[in-house]
């Protein structure tokens, strides 16, 4: 049973315009949630986090939202360029993940964005 | 530089054979991760280690061994137990917040 999801496999973006990837979760117990940016063949890399306690988290370009009582976290990116095409992973972690074990992430199955020129 | 090195890129295997890949990371990060990536699914934890000399299973453990004695170090065994082997592979490191951090990721398939 999927803990993490992330229902839109693809999303398609015109340059300039705002990317959403959204992100789904059941387990209440999560309360830190991380968004990572994957290339082909590369390892993800962070991109922005946000924790239980706040609802909006932003850095430049990047804004998570994060809607507790929906159990629901989005991605916003504004304005999009070709350069974020790329995989977006949304990932929890929390107390009960993992035994218990802090640190541990549950990620979901990816979005691929594709931003074109 | 400080990063997680992971080595090989590439690894192919024959089947019956163990392969080893290889996780280093310079950051003084007490915990590390393997996660594999199949096509259309998400990182999926093999193994995890919060300190030297300890590891955990992950949700896939099965077919895998790993080792931690050093701090810096985390190989990972892919053993002729695993019945399907070719993957994306992902060494990770964390200090111990929430926050995990990649390597470049080693592709391993089975010919």
């Known amino acids: 049973d999927q803990q993490v999801k992330q229902n839109s496999p693809s999303l398609s973006v015109q340059e300039g315009r705002i990317s959403i990837l959204n992100c789904d979760y059941t387990n209440s117990m999560f309360d830190y949630f991380l968004w990572y940016k994957k290339y082909p063949a590369e390892g993800p890399t962070f991109l922005i986090s946000?924790?239980?306690?706040?609802d909006k988290n932003e850095d430049g370009r990047f804004t998570v939202f994060l809607n507790k009582s929906a159990k629901h976290l989005s991605l916003h990116i504004v304005p999009s360029q070709p350069g974020d095409s790329a995989v977006y992973f949304c990932a929890a972690s929390g107390r009960s993940t993992y035994g218990g074990s802090q640190g541990n992430l549950i990620f979901g199955k990816g979005t691929k964005l594709s931003v074109k020129p | 530089d400080g990063g997680i090195t992971q080595s090989p890129k590439y690894l192919f295997r024959k089947e019956g054979q163990n392969v080893t890949l290889s996780c280093e990371q310079n950051?003084?990060?007490?915990?590390m991760y393997w996660y594999r990536q199949d096509p259309g699914q998400g990182l999926r934890l093999i193994y995890y280690s919060q300190i030297v000399n300890d590891f955990q299973k992950g949700d896939i453990a099965e077919g895998y061994s790993v080792s931690r004695e050093k701090k810096e170090s985390f190989p990972l065994t892919v053993t002729s137990a695993q019945k399907n082997p070719t993957a994306f592979y992902l060494c990770?490191?964390?200090?111990?917040?929430?926050?995990?951090?990649f390597g470049e990721g080693s592709w391993l398939t089975v010919v």
């Open positions: 946000i924790s239980s306690i706040k």
């Open positions: 950051l003084n990060h007490d915990a």
């Open positions: 990770a490191s964390s200090i111990g917040g929430n926050t995990i951090y």
